[in-house]
Nanobody
């Protein structure tokens, strides 16, 4: 059973920082893209940042310059460093691996359960 487990969410004041982690576990051949999405109450889920196995990143304009995505391929883990947090960053943050290879020819799109980030004074 392959799963993604997020950690690092919490309550932080505006201007503060948090670091989210997402670790993939189970029978994994390889993972190409890993990323973070978020969903605020009453809104659609949106892309925050993604990173390929080779380190190519795509960052949403709304968080560019404040958030950084990185990964440790040996640990099948992706990180999201969030600085200068704003109240509008409040959301449930989900980890995603859209092309997680169980075998060289069998891929799955896997989501984590989400971790809550609340930015409030």
């Amino acid at each position: 059973q392959v799963q993604l487990v997020e950690s690092g969410g919490g309550l932080v004041q505006p201007g503060g920082s948090l670091r989210l982690s997402c670790a993939a576990s189970g029978s994994i051949w390889s993972i190409n893209t890993m990323g973070w999405y978020r969903q605020a109450p009453g809104k659609q889920r949106e892309l925050v940042a993604v990173i390929t196995r080779g380190g190519i990143t795509n960052i949403a304009d709304s968080v560019k310059g404040r958030f950084t995505i990185s990964r440790d391929n040996a640990k099948n883990t992706v990180y999201l460093q969030m600085n200068s947090l704003k109240p509008e960053d409040t959301a449930l943050y989900f980890c995603n691996a859209p092309d997680l290879a169980i075998t060289p020819s069998y891929y799955k799109n896997v989501w984590g359960q989400g971790t809550q980030v609340t930015v409030s004074s």
